[in-house]
């Protein structure tokens, strides 16, 4: 073998480990950084990017929700109208942008309506859940302005199912120049014990914000971990709940609806009522076996430089005033460059700051140029043979 020869295989080795080394966040990411003693690690992301999607067609990760229940299953004055015209793209319309005018004129992002006018005594409302159900323990973090006509329930939410369930939930009748509330609520077995109402649980708190949700985008967050719920507002922590906390998996929703019911959501609002969502991050553990398994392959002590500290959001990331388009721009481990190696990844075809070179395609294309390196060299050495 010629020494040539030799010296093109270390060059391929060297070039193949230069490309996998490329990629960040192998072993996932961290609340808080890894070498602090309190820390939590995620091994699956899902971000969504609200600001720049104009098709809800397309393979976002997020299904609006269709169903109609009763004024008895709503448990209010009115029943529950979920539809798809209430759940409506507005994207910027500089796509390059983080901020100025929207498609539609109106704050830029994903709209859910809660309607003014009942029809068969329902309420039309929007809603959109999250396609993956696997989401077992995470950070999730939601920027979002909320509607400021008395009337309607706007929530972001995990769900299980009635006694495994986190929710922060605004009631827009709390809203006024003194009073800007969020409902921080663990739906658990002592709620169900409580006829299903979590106000008479521990697992409840109206908390008052030092903002008002209504006039700008804030980010609401909530991290579960084994044994405890803490909640944030823009960064801040707001409170922790540690009793009868969820231990199983579930998936994300956001709602905005009105039943009626004066002890809670109040309405039908006087107008039609609109929440606007500009961005979702989830970062996550996931029950699904075979996701568990390719981490643990890949990841075998969970190497920690291989983990990526997720970065805190502790500004409003707001569009409003001159420098919106600093403000509302905020981290995006799918917009950076190979930071999101075997993650699933969903489409956003419209958005100019998505990192496909970071994404799935990436990965499969980098790992395709690793191989059409290794077989041009192979090539040219054997004609230099
Ligand atoms: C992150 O650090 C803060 C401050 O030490 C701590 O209160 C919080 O529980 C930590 N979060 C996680 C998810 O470990
Ligand atoms: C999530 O999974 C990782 C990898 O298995 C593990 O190290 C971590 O402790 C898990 N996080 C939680 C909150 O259970
Ligand atoms: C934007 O306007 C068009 C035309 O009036 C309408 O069909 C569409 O539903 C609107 N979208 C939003 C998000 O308001
Ligand atoms: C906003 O910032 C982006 C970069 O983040 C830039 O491409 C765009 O031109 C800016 N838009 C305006 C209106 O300044
Ligand atoms: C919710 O899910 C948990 C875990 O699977 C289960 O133990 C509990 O019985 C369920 N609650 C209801 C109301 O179905
Ligand atoms: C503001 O709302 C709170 C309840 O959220 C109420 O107690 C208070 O009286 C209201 N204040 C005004 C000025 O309407």
Same mark, same amino acid.
């Given at each position: ?9 270390? /060059? ?20 808080? #950084?890894?070498? @602090?003693?309190?820390?939590? *690690? ?13 098709? /809800? ?8 929700? *269709? ?11 009115? @029943?529950?109208? !979920? ?13 390059? #942008? ?11 992002? &994903? ?35 909320? %509607? ?27 809203? +006024? ?59 801040? $922590?707001?409170?922790?709940? =540690? &009793?009868? =906390?969820?231990? #199983?998996?579930?998936? &994300? *929703? ?9 002890? $809670? ?16 991050? !989830? ?18 002590? @969970? ?11 502790? =500004? ?6 001159? +420098?919106?388009?600093? =403000? ?34 990436? *990965?499969?294309? %980098? ?17 230099? /043979?």
């Amino acid at each position: 073998m010629s020494a040539w020869f030799r010296r093109s295989v270390s /060059l391929l080795l060297l070039s193949y480990s230069a490309s996998t080394a490329l990629a960040f966040c192998e072993c996932g990411y961290s609340v808080n #950084s890894t070498s @602090g003693p309190d820390h939590s *690690v995620f091994t699956e992301l899902q971000e969504t990017d609200f600001l720049h999607i104009s098709d /809800l067609t397309d393979d976002i990760g997020w299904r609006p929700q *269709v169903y109609k229940i009763s004024r008895e299953q709503a448990r209010g004055s009115y @029943g529950k109208n !979920a539809q798809l015209e209430n759940v409506l793209a507005n994207p910027l319309k500089d796509k390059n #942008s983080w901020a100025g005018p929207s498609v539609n004129d109106s704050d830029a992002g &994903l709209q859910l309506w809660a309607r003014s006018q009942p029809e068969d005594d329902t309420i039309g409302m929007g809603e959109v859940a999250s396609e993956r159900t696997d989401m077992w323990y995470g950070s999730f973090r939601v920027g979002m302005k909320m %509607s400021a006509v008395p009337g309607t329930c706007g929530a972001f939410f995990w769900f299980r199912n009635n006694t495994q369930e986190i929710d922060m939930e605004f009631l827009s009748k709390q809203f +006024n120049e003194t009073s800007n509330p969020i409902n921080l609520v663990l739906q658990s077995p002592a709620s169900q014990a409580a006829g299903f109402d979590a106000q008479y649980t521990p697992n409840f708190d109206v908390y008052p914000l030092p903002f008002n949700p209504t006039e700008g985008f804030h980010e609401y967050r909530f991290d579960w971990l084994p044994g405890r719920v803490s909640f944030y507002a823009d960064g801040q $922590w707001l409170r922790d709940m =540690t &009793l009868e =906390t969820p231990d #199983s998996p579930g998936h &994300l *929703v956001l709602n905005h609806w009105s039943n009626g019911d004066p002890l $809670w959501s109040a309405g039908p609002p006087a107008e039609d009522a609109v929440m606007t969502v500009s961005y979702v991050k !989830a970062y996550f553990n996931s029950s699904d076996p075979d996701r568990i398994s390719k981490y643990d392959k890949r990841c075998d002590n @969970g190497d920690r430089d291989k983990v990526c500290q997720i970065p805190d959001q502790i =500004t409003a990331p707001d569009p409003a005033g001159a +420098n919106g388009n600093e =403000t509302a721009r905020t981290y995006f481990f799918t917009q950076d460059k190979e930071h999101t190696p075997h993650q699933i990844l969903y489409d956003a075809p419209d958005n100019p700051f998505y990192s496909g070179a970071g994404g799935r395609q990436s *990965v499969i294309s %980098s790992s395709f140029s690793a191989a059409a390196v290794a077989c041009i060299l192979v090539l040219v050495s054997l004609v230099a /043979l």
